[in-house]
Structure formats: C-alpha cells, structure tokens
C-alpha cells in the first residue's frame, strides 16, 4: 500500500517541494506529487509543518542514561530509543578505547538489535583503541595502544561485517597494516584523537583516511615543537579537498563562527555535525557517569553540556540531532536546508549509507522526520514503517 505525506513542506536532496511525498514499499518513489490521492490508501497529514530527512548520526555513545558499552540490548535499545524521539533514524552506535573482549562483546550485541525496529543501526564506529595517548580526551589511557596486525586481523574476523567507522591516530606505528585491512572491508577511517602534524595527516589521507574526528577536540593545529614549528590536523584538514569534517554541534564544544568559517572553506557536503552524545542526553539529569557507572565516572550536567565535577573540562555532549539542527539554524544562522544536510546527507556520505539513506530523493529509504516551525520533532518514521506486515 502506498503512503502519502500531504500539507508538508518537503525538504528533497535537490530542493523544496509543497508537493505530496509518496512511499510505497518503505521506498520514497514521489516527491512532489500533485495528484489525487487514491481512495483507500494511507494518509498522513503533516499538517503544515517540515517534512525532511531523518538524521544520520555517526558518532553517539549513549542517551536516555545508557551508553552502549553498557553492552546490553537493553542499553542499545534504551539510546536508540532516546535519540529516535529527536530525530534521529540511522545512529552509529560509537565504542571507546576498551579490552579486545570488550569489543568483541559490542559486536555480539550489535548483531542481536541491528534488526530493532527501532532505529536503523547503521553499523559501529570504535572510536579507538589505537589513538594517541597525548589527545586521548576522555578515553581511558590503560586501554590505548597501537595495532599490532594480529588483533587487526582478528576485529576484522570479528567485527568486519559490522564495523562501519573507526577513529585512529595516524601517526600511531601499526597504521598502515591497519589502514590496508580497514578500508579493504569498507570501513570509514578517520583521523581523531591524534597528536599528528600535517604531514601525519597526509599521509593518513594516502592511506585512504577521508574523515575527521569531532575537529577542535583533541585535534592539534599550528604549534612547536623543539623550536620548530609544524602545522597540524586543522589545517590538513582544511588543505585536502577530499577530507571531511566532523563537528560536535552541541553549540559549546566549538564555536558558530568556527562552523561558519568551515562551510565557507569547505562547503556544506563535507562537513558533518555528530553529537558524541553521552549517557545523558535527552534526559535532565544533573549528574551522570562518562562511560562505566563507576564512582570516578561522575559528571555533572549544566549548561547543556556534561563537566567534570571540578568543571576543569567537558566531559562530553548531551546534545540530540534536533538541538543541532535548531543551533545551526538559529543561532549560526545557516539555512535550513544547509543545516539539515550537515546532520543527513553529508554525514551519510561521510560512511557511505548515501545511496540509501540521509535524504529525500525518489529511490531512497523512506526514513522521514516531521519537524515544527520552531524545529521540534513531531513524528519520526523508519523506512520500515512503511513496509508491509
Ligand atoms: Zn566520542
């Protein structure tokens, strides 16, 4: 049965349509359908508000008080859950430097939702273990090390039908094996978490690297080192065409100017805005735990982003996709069709789920978010919603 979306303004890959979006078969096959709507078909009235692309989230750890190193379907479901009710239709669901067992452990999980009719898991993104120990951030240091082709070897037996990103340092040794097996399996590489100078990141890019990591945290630019000085990941990032950029939009971990400046430099297909959301996202706690829930864990929450308690440093964003989308839009001043690309198709390019997902197009997945005028979600549905029982 074929459904149609009618009274929306349709924001499509190529354009905005006043027309009726058509789905049939959880496949958008019309967007600016102008004619009768046969008797009998379903109807959806979007009620003159935006219909658009749901977000493609590439880089989440957790929301709703669970983090998916909590490792249960519960704790997956709980996130997917979360960041569903604002927006978000794909998610990536994103690992911190852990035990190779641990790993192995998120992978079993994975499999045992990735059908949830939840959300659609777009494939993991390990955001380490083989990062720098100088940037690792938040990351725990007793789990960074570098990779050594036995254990790349084994995460690619593993996990290589379920890895879709992984963050690395490419200045670490090991990484050109890494890079080899990695991008052979199709996985997004990209750079993060690195104390590399520009010529580490050059050389990551002949390695195939194509992406950054949530750039302005624990990404270097120009500095010295022993008097001489070198330029860094910011400004490889800038200088090579091909490389894409991702940043948290969460509004305080980098600043609008900043994000301005980037799509002027580099325009709005290669840049993409993640959240790195922790386990408090969409929820209004004002305590919570960064990874484990163990007592050394604890942050607090204020100000819409999560501190250590001393608030000497963030301890990660609460932010969802739809609190991007409104900040970019709003408060950066981007357009709206700007802003929702930087949230949907660019980071669907960014890991390669373009052809099916992160826009409007006919052919596409039918993943469609209805949003206010003030960029609230009203309704969030999956392609698979459509599809007959
Ligand atoms: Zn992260």
Do not use: K, L, S
């Given at each position: 049965m074929k459904t149609f979306i009618k009274n929306g303004t349709v924001f499509k890959e190529d354009g905005i349509s006043d027309g009726i979006l058509v789905i049939e078969d959880g496949k958008i096959?019309?967007?600016?359908y102008l004619g009768a709507i046969p008797e009998g078909s379903k109807i959806i009235d979007a009620k003159g508000n935006y219909v658009m692309p749901g977000f493609v989230e590439i880089h989440a750890h957790g929301g709703g008080g669970a983090d998916f190193m909590d490792k249960t379907a519960d704790a997956f479901e709980t996130v997917a859950k979360t960041h569903r009710k604002h927006g978000t239709t794909t998610i990536l669901p994103t690992t911190v430097a852990a035990s190779y067992e641990s790993l192995l452990k998120v992978f079993e999980t994975y499999r045992k939702v990735s059908a949830s009719k939840t959300i659609n898991y777009g494939g993991l993104h390990l955001e380490g273990p083989f990062i720098s120990m100088e940037m690792k951030?938040?990351?725990?240091?007793?789990?960074i090390r570098n990779p050594e082709k036995a254990e790349v070897d084994a995460l690619i037996e593993a996990g290589g039908d379920v890895i879709k990103k992984c963050t690395v340092a490419p200045e670490i040794p090991g990484i050109d094996y890494l890079a080899k097996k990695f991008t052979d399996n199709g996985i997004c590489l990209s750079s993060g978490h690195s104390n590399g100078t520009f010529t580490d990141i050059e050389k990551g890019f002949s390695l195939g690297i194509r992406h950054i990591t949530h750039m302005y945290s624990n990404t270097p630019t120009v500095r010295k080192i022993n008097q001489t000085v070198y330029a860094g990941i910011v400004e490889a990032a800038y200088y090579l065409d091909d490389m894409r950029i991702e940043f948290i939009g969460d509004g305080c971990h980098f600043p609008k100017e900043a994000l301005k400046m980037a799509v002027k430099i580099k325009g709005v297909d290669k840049i993409n805005l993640t959240s790195?959301?922790?386990?408090?996202?969409g929820t209004n706690v004002s305590e919570s735990f960064l990874g484990e829930c163990l007592p050394e864990n604890r942050v607090i929450i204020e100000d819409g982003v999560a501190k250590l308690p001393d608030r000497s440093f963030f301890a990660g964003s609460i932010a969802t996709s739809d609190r991007m989308l409104r900040w970019v839009h709003f408060d950066a001043g981007l357009s709206l069709s700007d802003a929702l690309r930087l949230l949907t198709l660019s980071p669907s390019k960014a890991v390669g789920i373009d052809k099916e997902k992160g826009s409007i197009k006919k052919g596409k997945d039918a993943d469609i978010i209805i949003l206010n005028k003030d960029l609230f979600v009203e309704e969030t549905y999956l392609s698979r919603d459509f599809m007959e029982a």
């Open positions: 096959i019309d967007t600016d951030g938040a990351q725990n240091p007793a789990f790195d959301a922790m386990r408090a996202a």
